[in-house]
């Protein structure tokens, strides 16, 4: 593999570019059109150089690293991609015309991964040119900080592409772990009604959001609280995974709170807004 194709240049596309080009790959970097796939770039660009100020990498790692991703405004130039990783907004009916845009070009023997954090890895590999080689690849937010991948087969995915996607996210120092295509897969299963209980706690009066927050971050050791982690992460998204973990399970323990549908539509999406339940302006 050398030649990474990377569509969506948000916080977790620009994220994928920067490790797989600061892992050696070639990375081209699409989004809607080339002005978005190029503020992808300068957010990198941003924090390669705190990590150069931090001296974590020198100036030549830095510029290496951004030389080696190319943006283009559409993945009609996806072809010479070796492994292509789509990480659009999570939002299936997105997700499949991407899928067949990009597969007019794709060569037949590339892999088309998606980083979606729950739709069902099966049924998006339907949208997909090869089911074979199609195969989910959640990466973690944020990426270059976050140390874990979590790999999802399809029915269909072969033994050979698992293969090579291991392979490719070893190179990037990332540890791997295997879930099956159970809606959320291991992570936002575990992680999304954490969220979810967190606010309807905050919904029910049972305490402040501060102290929700300061209560699993200084009792249970998590790095920051849950409300503000799903600021972080965009409540849009976390609606999106919740309601993905209701209509796959038919579990009504995964109900979405009340109070983050009326947030998401509110616009209060969260830090990328400005305003989630915290205010980020
Ligand atoms: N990109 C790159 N590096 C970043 C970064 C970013 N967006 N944000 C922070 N960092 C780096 C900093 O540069 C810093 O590096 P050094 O230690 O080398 O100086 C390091 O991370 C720590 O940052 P800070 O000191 O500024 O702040 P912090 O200690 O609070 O750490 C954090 C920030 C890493 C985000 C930490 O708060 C954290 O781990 N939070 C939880 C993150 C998490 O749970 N992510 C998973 C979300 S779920 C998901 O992504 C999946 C899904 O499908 C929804």
């Known amino acids: 593999m050398k030649i990474i194709g990377v569509i969506g240049a948000g916080q977790m596309g620009a994220g994928i570019a920067q490790v797989s080009a600061a892992a050696g790959y070639d990375v081209l970097l699409s989004d809607r059109d080339k002005p978005l796939a190029d503020k992808g770039v300068a957010g990198i660009a941003k924090i390669l150089a705190r990590s150069v100020e931090k001296e974590k990498i020198s100036t030549a790692d830095r510029d290496a690293t951004l030389a080696r991703i190319k943006t283009v405004g559409s993945t009609a130039d996806f072809g010479p991609c070796d492994l292509v990783i789509e990480a659009a907004t999570e939002r299936e009916e997105i997700k499949r015309a991407i899928f067949a845009e990009v597969g007019k070009v794709l060569r037949t023997d590339a892999i088309l991964a998606s980083n979606t954090s729950s739709i069902p890895i099966t049924r998006l590999a339907q949208a997909a ?153």
Request: aromatic content about 8%; some cysteine.
């Open 129 to 281: 040119p090869d089911a074979s080689r199609f195969i989910g690849v959640h990466f973690f937010n944020p990426v270059p900080v976050m140390g874990l991948i979590e790999l999802i087969r399809g029915l269909a995915t072969s033994d050979a592409t698992l293969a090579a996607v291991e392979a490719f996210g070893r190179k990037l120092g990332k540890e791997i772990v295997h879930a099956n295509d159970a809606p959320g897969f291991i992570v936002n299963r575990v992680l999304m009604p954490m969220i979810n209980e967190a606010i309807f706690a905050l919904g029910e009066g049972v305490a402040t959001m501060q102290d929700i927050d300061a209560g699993c971050r200084l009792g249970l050791n998590h790095p920051m609280g849950p409300i503000t982690l799903a600021d972080f992460i965009g409540l849009d998204t976390c609606l999106e995974i919740i309601r993905v973990l209701h209509s796959g399970t038919g579990d009504p323990k995964f109900r979405p709170a009340p109070l983050l549908v009326k947030y998401v539509e509110a616009g209060w999406t969260g830090k990328k807004s400005g305003r989630g339940f915290y205010d980020w302006t």
